[in-house]
């Protein structure tokens, strides 16, 4: 079994498309990316995620997550603004978080600065365009952002989803690896309904991402644990989700 990747002559559409997810090595991400935006403020992008918070929301009482969240709202398409909401909860049904779900989920807010930073916005010009050409009939986008650090603390592991395999209740997923230190396993597992696993792939490298079709794949990332107990280890991601949503714009709904 192999992994679905970014081949020449296949399109990312069409791989995401066909597969339900696709696996995409740095080089290939950031050069997508770069077709929508600039990423020239990338490396204090990557730094704020020395500045997330503790997620306090924990059912199994771990202390290893730490975390930002906003959302925006988009018109479907590759034009038109994508404008941050409001502060707002993140909810998840217990059908589809069964440790956290089922309730209304306060994070810290990602700050004004990373929220509108050029890298952000270039990955949001990108799914948008990407995730739109999927989907028919959609008139607005919610998409949710989430910044992660899950730590590898002396004599245990983190685990970055600590709910096991699960679909995150929305239509398209983006996971992209923003850092890794001192971090050993971390590695992605893609599931089709019945079980069956489709493809297995390591986020490695600043930039190695999963694409996900949230509607027809489970996903899952294994423990993760410190190379050298000594010293600080964790693995940092941003995910970003889009949900069809409906409404004026700003008043998106889900």
């Given at each position: 079994?192999?992994?679905?990747?970014?081949?020449?002559?296949?399109?990312?559409?069409?791989?995401?498309?066909?597969?339900?997810?696709?696996?995409?090595?740095?080089?290939?991400?950031?050069?997508?990316?770069?077709?929508?935006?600039?990423?020239?403020?990338?490396a204090?992008?990557?730094?704020?995620?020395?500045?997330?918070?503790?997620?306090?929301?924990?059912?199994?009482?771990?202390?290893?997550?730490?975390?930002?969240?906003?959302?925006?709202?988009?018109?479907?398409?590759?034009?038109?603004?994508?404008?941050?909401?409001?502060?707002?909860?993140h909810?998840?049904?217990?059908?589809?978080n069964?440790?956290?779900?089922?309730?209304?989920?306060?994070?810290?807010?990602?700050?004004?600065?990373?929220?509108?930073?050029?890298?952000?916005?270039?990955?949001?010009?990108?799914?948008?365009?990407?995730?739109?050409?999927?989907?028919?009939?959609?008139?607005?986008?919610?998409?949710?952002?989430?910044?992660?650090?899950?730590?590898?603390?002396?004599?245990?592991?983190?685990?970055?989803?600590?709910?096991?395999?699960?679909?995150?209740?929305?239509?398209?997923?983006?996971?992209?690896?923003?850092?890794?230190?001192?971090?050993?396993?971390?590695?992605?597992?893609?599931?089709?309904?019945?079980?069956?696993?489709?493809?297995?792939?390591?986020?490695?490298?600043?930039?190695?991402?999963?694409?996900?079709?949230?509607?027809?794949?489970?996903?899952?990332?294994?423990?993760?644990?410190?190379?050298?107990p000594?010293?600080?280890?964790?693995r940092?991601?941003?995910?970003?989700?889009?949900?069809?949503?409906?409404?004026?714009?700003?008043?998106?709904?889900?």
């Amino acid at each position: 079994m192999s992994s679905t990747a970014i081949l020449p002559d296949r399109s990312l559409q069409e791989s995401l498309s066909q597969d339900g997810f696709v696996f995409v090595r740095a080089e290939a991400m950031r050069h997508a990316f770069e077709a929508f935006g600039a990423l020239d403020d990338w490396a204090q992008f990557a730094a704020s995620w020395d500045t997330l918070e503790l997620d306090e929301h924990m059912a199994d009482g771990g202390r290893y997550r730490r975390r930002r969240h906003a959302v925006f709202a988009a018109g479907a398409g590759g034009e038109g603004v994508i404008d941050r909401q409001p502060h707002q909860p993140h909810y998840q049904g217990l059908d589809y978080n069964p440790l956290n779900g089922g309730i209304a989920r306060w994070f810290a807010p990602i700050t004004a600065e990373s929220g509108s930073s050029h890298s952000l916005t270039t990955i949001l010009a990108f799914t948008r365009a990407l995730f739109s050409g999927l989907a028919s009939g959609v008139q607005r986008w919610k998409i949710e952002v989430h910044q992660f650090r899950i730590e590898a603390q002396p004599g245990g592991e983190g685990l970055p989803t600590p709910e096991g395999m699960h679909r995150d209740g929305v239509d398209f997923v983006l996971v992209l690896l923003v850092n890794r230190q001192n971090i050993a396993s971390g590695t992605t597992s893609i599931h089709a309904p019945d079980g069956r696993e489709l493809g297995r792939f390591t986020l490695t490298f600043p930039f190695d991402a999963a694409l996900v079709d949230d509607s027809r794949v489970a996903h899952g990332v294994t423990p993760v644990k410190a190379l050298d107990p000594g010293a600080p280890a964790h693995r940092d991601v941003l995910v970003v989700t889009f949900l069809r949503g409906e409404g004026a714009p700003g008043v998106i709904k889900s």
